[in-house]
């Protein structure tokens, strides 16, 4: 069966201070995305890649590919105007049933066990996406004021988010919604559940230079 | 008017991968708990500190407080079985009015400015307490299964949380119950109300391995 990973770098991060798109920020030499892309590679090395990125961006990936990783084969596709059109116009190149799994690019620590988890339960249910228990106390805000939020039934939701190809090509025919903050609102406004599996902690998503001194450091201990 | 800090450090980290309390782990060869001492008294050198620790540990305290900061005057306060109980004990040490701010031992990062603002506000308005906005999407597990959690309207709670002494020692009066997560769930439960101010990213909680370089980090920058 065909496994697609989708890695999404349509944005422009604006919170790392440097002139340098996000995902090309470098950790020990190599740009983010790339540790990413060579960790599912690591993982697998029969995963189609799909790179969603800015246009104007992809000379200069394919330059870093070329350098850093040539071995690997990836297909390009270009960034939306939101996170939703950028995964939509990444679905357009799957010409063949399934799984597929939307992960950030600027996630390079994911853990091997949850790719393993994501897949194994989306080929059994259809959709899986990684999450984690808030180790912080949370409150919750409305209109009224704002009271405490019970942490225990909070859950901080992560990436790859796996689904099989028609329930994802399906749910992504829908009118856009500003509600769609990740694949599994859009799974879930089409009727299709999903089901949480347990992600690791250290698979954050880099957009701060404190995230990226965190993240070196978990490279470091790998 | 007399403004106390209250270091809450009762418990015992376990996910520290170490032999050592987590508030006594060193960050550049000082315990953390003392980064966080030295912080608060930066920003003033008028306040009352009380120290809230396990009693097995207040002679290694005394010892690394002689070492590093024999300039600061504390008193020290047993730890109690919750968070609720420490704090409790802590607050009978208080015999003046004023305001009182509960801080966690393990979070050396906060800035001056949100220091500034918790006093500032809970001056004016009784209580005040600093949050962030939550960066990943989140979920909610219900009995019925589980939806998203529209982050724009969660906020992460960070100390100092800081109230009147009149309103938090009548506060800690209560009962004790389960759902008392921090300092301002417990007024909270008492009728007074709690206002929001802005924290500090860097304002972490340091529980992990992960945290401690995120920490060390940000101790680097500053």
Known sequence: MQQTIILVAGGRGTRMNSALPKQFITIGGMPVILHTLLNFHSYSTDFDFIIALPDDLFADFEQMAE??????IFRLSSGGQTRFHTVKNALSLIKSPGL????????????????????????RE??????????????????????????????LVQTPQVFRSDILLKAYQQEYNELFTDDSSVAEAAGFPVSLVEGNRENIKITTPGDLALAEFYLKMK
């Open 126 to 155: 259809g959709a899986a996406i990684p999450v984690m228990e808030v180790n912080e106390s949370l409150r919750w805000i409305s209109p009224e004021g704002h009271t405490p939020l019970d942490r225990s039934r909070c859950r």
């Open 100 to 123: 597929v799994a939307v992960h950030d690019a600027v996630r390079p620590l994911v853990s091997h066990p949850v790719i393993d988890r994501c897949f194994a339960v989306a080929a």
């Open 67 to 72: 350098r850093h990783c040539p071995q690997i």
